[in-house]
């Protein structure tokens, strides 16, 4: 089963316009966390914000924050003011505890979506 | 310094060479990972070394190789690839296999296997 799902394929902003981006997650454990990595077509994985799952508070870091609600097990992405260099694949992505059977903190991530910011 | 470095950049090799890749991280990090990507998908892990032992293997085809000589060094041997080992190669760092520990990638190797 799919651990962690980002449905949207693509996505198309308006330079300087906010943009969320979805990610689902599955886990039974209680301690996980929840990561957000930005690809440009360089290829490197940049790191952009984290989540623990026992944060109480959003997490935020510069223009981006996470949407984070335990619940519903949801991580969105909400970039403010979109740059034209956001522009970019976005991986969500979660690392389980080690309690979790078959859970070994391996960082697993969603099959990524294409953001592009239009000028 | 907040870089893990990897090379080479790009390697194309035939399927009776033996290459190697390299990965360099001078953050005091003691967990370190290689992760392959194909062309738009997700990377998957491949290894994990954890104070410079294996800790995981994700079921990866022995003509793949991995070594730690020290803390700060990670290399993937490769021996008899196939066109379909064709990929990104990415490299991680983390301070260690903590939860909330973020994974610092390299830029990548592109590997093409002829």
């Known amino acids: 089963a799919q651990k962690i799902t980002q449905t949207q394929p693509g996505m198309f902003v308006q330079e300087k316009e906010a943009v969320t981006l979805d990610c689902t997650y599955d886990?039974?454990?209680?301690?996980?966390?929840l990561f957000w990595y930005k690809q440009p077509s360089s290829g490197e994985m940049i790191f952009l914000i984290y989540?623990?799952?026992?944060?109480?508070q959003n997490a935020t870091e510069g223009r981006y924050s996470l949407n984070f609600q335990k619940a519903r097990k949801s991580a969105n992405l909400v970039i403010s003011a979109s740059q034209l260099g956001d522009s970019a694949m976005y991986f969500c992505?979660?690392?389980?505890?080690?309690?979790?059977?078959?859970?070994?903190?391996?960082?697993?991530f969603g099959k990524g979506m294409k953001l592009t910011v239009n000028p | 310094d907040t870089e893990v470095t990897q090379t080479p950049k790009h390697l194309v090799m035939g399927m009776t060479n033996k290459k190697s890749l390299k990965c360099e991280q001078h953050?005091?990090?003691?967990?370190m990972y290689w992760y392959k990507q194909k062309a738009k998908k997700p990377p998957e892990l491949m290894f994990v070394?954890?104070?410079?032992?294996?800790?995981i293997n994700e079921s990866v085809p022995s003509r793949f190789s991995p070594e730690c000589p020290n803390s700060s060094l990670l290399n993937l041997h490769l021996h008899a690839l196939q066109p379909e080992d064709s990929a990104l190669y990415l490299c991680?760092?983390?301070?260690?296999?903590?939860?909330?520990?973020?994974?610092?990638f390299g830029s990548g190797t592109q590997l093409s296997v002829l």
């Open positions: 991680a760092s983390s301070l260690d296999r903590a939860t909330n520990e973020k994974l610092f």
């Open positions: 886990t039974s454990d209680q301690s996980y966390g």
């Open positions: 989540q623990g799952s026992y944060d109480e």
């Open positions: 992505a979660m690392r389980e505890g080690r309690r979790v059977q078959g859970g070994s903190e391996k960082l697993v």
């Open positions: 953050m005091g990090h003691r967990a």
């Open positions: 070394y954890s104070y410079e032992k294996l800790s």
